[in-house]
């Protein structure tokens, strides 16, 4: 069954042979054109229906990578570059087949300095990976998407996760690149300087470009020092909107929280079942506290405070590193406790972002259109960012219930970009925010990234049919 908003089955030739013979000779039996292989690389976690690439090629330095894309080009062939295929929005559905250029093997990693406290990775390295090389250092690398990602993917989705709030999302941990632009090209961009005002920040540009500008085949990143204290806790309220409310205080008085995360009474539901916790099925903030001891002993007293001012009840305390860790391990795992609602069901999610002043208006609203649908919709979320998510649990048998998705999805959306919003926070574009961004940005803006494209990627060559239009809209 057709996610409603999948483009229809693009028919095409498969690759030419004298393409198909270069690959084989580069990448021998790292080629693969098995069914099995390619359908893997043609989903990603979304509901879309897949779109297998011809081929997958499976890449393990950067000169491989440079010679499939200078040869890709020579005979107008589109790639896609593949991480672990994690991402939610289409991202790698292979619209227009190609090659699936799979980065996963480039896992590497390169250095790790801690005088400086960067690191240097291939794009295959994931983000537990590098954290379990990180383990005796004292140092840690933050940004934690629930999935085990690459950082070549979280580099191209600009991801964040529940740590952002303190510690910054990809845009703000990526010092430096090297990509492989659309002719073969390979070029460094940034350096290893934590700052530089030295030219158009070209790795803010990748960062967050999907694959439809380059592909990253190494990326030089931020390291934090381990807190020498943590600490965690859940509070439930009696409502979405006290909770956030109590939220909003907390980032408007400059508590350097380390995580908040929001989980509504269905959430918690599926929490409890997944990984056997017993919260209390109400709304509920998920705290973590990082700092000195004494640091964090102040924003405790602060932020239970501020709960108690939102009527929040008890904080239940997960001070051991076991609790702390089963706790967030179960909000990490939040995606598929809540597929499990459903039996068969697929998610489709939204992702919204707002000013935090508005997220108290933007939860409230979004409840009011939720409370009516026959869907269920448990809500999640980053809320110290004014992030988050909506999980509409949809039968992929019945087309009525994709409609009913989408109509609350565009609902979503419309309210979080007349706040002074945004249509995706973290989890970017893909194919199923494009129908937003000539609202979000406006079409002016839009031929600027037309212009960017072009200018590096003339023939439309890089995970095609992504993020937004080539072709500018007149009404
Ligand atoms: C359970 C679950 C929870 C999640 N939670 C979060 C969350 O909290 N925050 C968040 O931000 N995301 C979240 N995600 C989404 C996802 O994990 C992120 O989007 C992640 O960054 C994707 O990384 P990946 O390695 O899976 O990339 P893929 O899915 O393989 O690719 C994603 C995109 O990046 C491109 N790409 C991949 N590698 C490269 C490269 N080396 N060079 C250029 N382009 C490349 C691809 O073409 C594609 O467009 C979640 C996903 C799941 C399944």
């Known amino acids: 069954m057709n996610h409603p908003a999948a483009p229809a089955s693009i028919m095409r030739a498969a690759l030419p042979a004298g393409l198909l013979d270069a690959l084989q000779r580069l990448y021998g039996e790292r080629l693969s054109v098995a069914e099995a292989v390619r359908a893997h690389h043609g989903r990603d976690e979304s509901a879309f229906v897949p779109h297998l690439p011809d081929a997958v090629v499976f890449a393990e330095q950067t000169s491989e990578v440079s010679e499939t894309l200078r040869l890709c080009n020579q005979y107008q062939i589109p790639v896609i570059p593949f991480g672990v295929g994690s991402s939610l929005e289409g991202h790698i559905l292979a619209l227009h087949g190609g090659v699936s250029i799979d980065l996963s093997r480039m896992n590497r990693i390169l250095s790790i300095d801690p005088e400086d ?92 470009s999907e694959g439809t500008l380059g592909v990253i085949t190494e990326a030089t990143v931020r390291l934090h020092p381990q807190p020498e204290a943590v600490s965690a806790a859940s509070c439930s309220f009696p409502s979405m909107v006290d909770a956030v409310k ?46 000195t001891p004494s640091g964090v002993e102040e924003q405790v007293q602060t932020v239970a405070q501020i709960a108690a001012d939102h009527h929040g009840e008890s904080f239940e305390w997960a001070s051991r590193p076991e609790d702390r860790s089963r706790l967030w391990t179960a909000r990490h795992n939040a995606y598929f406790a809540m597929l499990q609602l459903k039996p068969g069901c697929r998610a489709i999610t939204t992702d919204v972002c707002v000013p935090i002043s508005r997220l108290a208006e933007c939860i409230a609203g979004t409840e009011h259109d939720l409370a009516s649908s026959p869907l269920p919709c448990p809500i999640v979320g980053h809320v110290g960012d004014g992030n988050f998510h909506v999980a509409i649990l949809v039968d992929p048998a019945k087309p009525e219930e994709y409609e009913e998705a989408e109509r609350l999805n565009h609902l979503i959306v419309r309210r979080a970009l007349a706040l002074g919003g945004t249509c995706t926070g973290e989890h970017g574009v893909g194919l199923h925010k494009i129908g937003f961004m000539r609202e979000e940005h406006g079409e002016d803006a839009l031929d600027v990234m037309r212009a960017i ?12 049919g992504k993020m937004f239009s080539l072709q500018r809209e007149t009404s």
Do not use: W
């Open 117 to 208: 406290l960067i690191a240097t990775v291939e794009p295959g390295v994931t983000r537990k990976q590098l954290n379990e090389a990180l383990r005796d250092t004292g140092l840690f690398f933050p940004i934690d998407p629930g999935a085990d990602a690459s950082l070549g993917g979280m580099c191209a989705t600009r991801a964040s996760g529940t740590n952002a709030v303190r510690y910054g999302s990809m845009r703000e941990n990526v010092l430096g690149l090297k990509v492989v632009l659309a002719d073969g090209r390979v070029i460094p961009t940034g350096t290893r300087a934590r700052k530089s005002s030295a030219g158009y920040d070209l790795t803010r540009l990748f960062v967050g």
């Open 246 to 291: 109590a939220v909003i205080q907390t980032i408007q008085l400059g508590v350097p929280i380390a995580r908040v995360e929001f989980v509504d009474a269905l959430a918690v539901r599926s929490l409890n079942r997944h990984s056997h916790l017993n919260l209390k099925e109400a709304p509920q903030l998920f705290f973590e506290f990082h700092g």
């Open 453 to 464: 494209k072009h200018a590096l990627d003339p023939a439309n060559l890089l995970n095609p």
